[in-house]
C-alpha cells in the first residue's frame, strides 16, 4: 500500500489567500484525522471523520478552517482567508475501525503563510 | 480535559546508555500509542499498548503500560546514535482521536 498521502508537501502563500490541502488516506481505513503540528502547541486534532462523516470538529481553530470528505478516499482542509499565525505542518492520518486502532501519518504539509 | 505528558522533553545522552521517558496522562484510558519522528519528517509508529502491563520491545526500545498509574515508560538500552529523534507518547480516550505528549527530544552522542 501506498500509505496515506498528501499534497502538496510545501505551501507558500500570502496572508489573506484561500489554501486547501488534501489527503488520500490508506485503502479500507474508515477513520481519517487531520492534525496540525507546530513548535508552540505541538500536535493538535484538528478534526477526524469516521466513514465520511465529520465526528468531532472542536479542534478547528475558528471558522477560517473547513475539512471536507466527499469519499472515502479523499478529505480536503481549506484555510479562507489564512494568515500568518495558521504556519505549521498538517498532518493526515488514517486506521481502521477494528484493532489496533494504530494511526498511520502521512508526509504532511508545511505550510507557510507571510 | 486530558493531559499527557512527557518528560524529560529533552534527554542527551551518551552511546551505551540506558534511559527511559515517562509518559503519564490524566485520565482512564488503556490504549497508548509511541511514535518517532525525525527532522523535518512524519510520525513512524513504533509501539501499541492495549491493556495493562502490556510491555512491547522492538530492538533498543521497550514500552510498557500502567493504566492504574496512568503511566508509560519508553526504555532505551545501549542507545545508539540512529536513536536520535524526537519520541512522543499519545493516549486514546475513546474519542478514537489522540491526545499528544509535548515530545521528548532525544540527542545520542558518540
Known amino acids: 500500500d501506498a500509505g496515506v498521502i498528501q499534497s502538496p508537501r510545501h505551501e507558500v502563500t500570502e496572508m489573506g489567500q484561500e489554501v486547501t490541502l488534501r489527503c488520500k488516506p490508506i485503502s479500507g481505513h474508515d477513520y481519517l484525522f487531520w492534525y496540525r503540528q507546530t513548535m508552540m502547541r505541538g500536535l493538535e486534532l484538528l478534526i477526524y471523520f469516521n466513514n465520511n462523516v465529520p465526528i468531532d470538529d472542536s479542534g478547528m481553530p475558528e471558522d477560517r478552517f473547513s475539512a471536507k470528505m466527499p469519499n472515502a478516499s479523499f478529505s480536503t482542509l481549506k484555510i479562507q482567508p489564512s494568515e500568518p499565525r495558521d504556519s505549521a505542518v498538517y498532518f493526515c492520518?488514517?486506521?481502521?475501525?477494528?484493532?489496533?486502532?494504530?494511526?498511520?501519518f502521512g508526509p504532511g504539509t508545511r505550510l507557510t503563510v507571510t | 480535559e486530558l493531559k499527557v505528558e512527557q518528560n524529560p522533553l529533552f534527554l542527551s545522552m551518551q552511546e551505551g546508555k540506558n534511559y527511559t521517558i515517562y509518559c503519564n496522562y490524566s485520565?482512564?484510558?488503556?490504549?497508548l500509542y509511541w511514535y518517532r519522528q525525525d527532522p523535518g519528517k512524519s510520525l513512524e509508529s513504533l509501539f501499541v499498548l492495549l491493556s495493562n502491563g502490556a510491555v512491547k520491545q522492538e530492538g533498543r526500545l521497550m514500552a510498557s503500560l500502567d493504566t492504574k498509574a496512568r503511566l508509560s515508560t519508553l526504555h532505551i538500552t545501549a542507545a545508539v546514535h540512529d536513536l536520535s529523534a524526537t519520541y512522543f507518547c499519545a493516549v486514546d480516550t475513546g474519542r478514537r482521536a489522540l491526545t499528544f505528549g509535548s515530545g521528548t527530544r532525544l540527542q545520542v552522542q558518540p
Open positions: 492520518a488514517s486506521r481502521t475501525s477494528s484493532g489496533p486502532y494504530e494511526q498511520y
Open positions: 485520565t482512564t484510558s488503556d490504549r
